[in-house]
């Protein structure tokens, strides 16, 4: 099977650009979440996505980051502006509702100059 | 928040020792546990997963969990150099997934 895709790998900008990385999950994976893992720290959610309806949002930081998952299946993360602190890895995971273990997309690393 | 909590290491361990990595949980409402491994520049990838006490073998890994101390061990027997990785613990529950910070494991040849 497919894994999960994400887009840009990589990606520079300016502090207060704006960015946005894509998501397409494993055919059938209702459950998508968004991590931002820091360099040296573990993966920290940012949301979660259950088809097209937010789970959870309670660690976006919403006055800069915005998520959406259209028809269920892929999902946009955006920052705006972005600042310096947002460098990392935002990972994208997804799964089968109900399902306990989920797969990790590459990842796309962000660095903020 | 639901803690998770690791030591970040590293941790280095003779090839074909056991390596033993830690990992204690905040949340007593955690309902299953995982154990990724991160290489360096990569994405976490699971390897164990745990949900009722005791200990659960697959192949040269072995996890463990204990509810009432709120421990999860994973086991490396063995050790290769290629396991040389951050091992990233996980608990899950009604908020989703919880990572603690990793352990970094070093195995020397």
């Known amino acids: 099977e497919a894994g999960v895709a994400q887009s840009p790998r990589y990606k520079i900008i300016e502090k207060r650009q704006s960015v946005a990385f894509w998501c397409n999950p494993i055919?059938?994976?209702?459950?998508l979440y968004w991590y931002q893992q820091i360099l040296g720290q573990g993966p920290k959610l940012l949301i979660q996505?259950?088809?097209?309806?937010?789970?959870?949002d309670s660690q976006l930081p919403k006055d800069r980051f915005s998520a959406e998952r259209l028809k269920g299946v892929d999902s946009t993360l955006k920052i705006q502006p972005a600042k310096l602190e947002d460098s990392a890895v935002y990972l994208c995971?997804?799964?089968?509702?109900?399902?306990?273990?989920?797969?990790f997309g590459s990842g796309t690393r962000l660095t903020v100059v | 928040q639901k803690e998770v909590e690791q030591n970040s290491g590293p941790l280095s361990v003779p090839e074909g020792a056991i390596a033993s990595l830690n990992c204690t949980y905040s949340?007593?409402?955690?309902?299953?546990f995982f154990w990724y491994r991160q290489y360096s520049g990569k994405s976490p990838e699971l390897i164990m997963s745990?949900?009722?006490?005791g200990d659960k073998e697959d192949g040269r890994f072995t996890a463990q969990l204990n509810k009432a101390s709120q421990y999860v061990s994973l086991l490396i027997r063995d050790s290769q150099p290629s396991d040389s990785a951050t091992y990233l613990c996980?608990?899950?529950?009604?908020?989703?997934?919880?990572f603690g910070k990793g352990t970094h494991l070093i195995i020397q040849p």
């Open positions: 995971a997804t799964g089968e509702a109900g399902g306990y273990g989920y797969t």
């Open positions: 055919s059938g994976h209702a459950t």
């Open positions: 996505f259950q088809n097209n309806g937010v789970v959870d």
């Open positions: 949340d007593r409402g955690s309902q299953s």
């Open positions: 745990i949900y009722s006490n």
């Open positions: 996980a608990r899950w529950g009604a908020d989703g997934l919880t």
